[in-house]
Nanobody, 118 residues
Framework: QVQLVESGGGLVQPGGSLRLSCAAS????????MRWYRQAPGKERELVAT????????NYADSVKGRFTISRDDAKNTVYLQMNSLKPEDTAVYYC???????????WGQGTQVTVSS
């Protein structure tokens, strides 16, 4: 059974940090590009960060460049999102997504809420 389980969300003050985790199971994690998306109330889901499967290349939305870092540990089947210097506009539900490099298969997690507020 395929599962992506996010954790690490919560309430944090502006300027603070959080580290999100997404634990994968049920598929060959190392064959998948991993992505973090977010969706704020009333807005469309947007891509935040990507990390490739082979060489670990990363890419970020302009809004988070220099503040967020995506990483992966293939031994633990887990992808992370380190979020620093958080702003109120980072408030959203954060989702991880796995995209196969061998097919059109993809999987979504259930999401974790991040709220940035004083």
């Amino acid at each position: 059974q395929v599962q992506l389980v996010e954790s690490g969300g919560g309430l944090v003050q502006p300027g603070g940090s959080l580290r999100l985790s997404c634990a994968a199971s049920g598929f060959t994690f190392s064959d998948y590009v991993m992505r973090w998306y977010r969706q704020a109330p009333g807005k469309e889901r947007e891509l935040v960060a990507t990390i490739t499967s082979v060489d670990g290349r990363t890419n970020y939305a302009d809004s988070v460049k220099g503040r967020f870092t995506i990483s992966r540990d293939d031994a633990k089947n887990t992808v992370y999102l380190q979020m620093n210097s958080l702003k109120p506009e980072d408030t959203a539900v954060y989702y991880c997504r796995a995209d196969s490099t061998r097919s059109r298969r993809n999987y979504w997690g259930q999401g974790t809420q991040v709220t940035v507020s004083s």
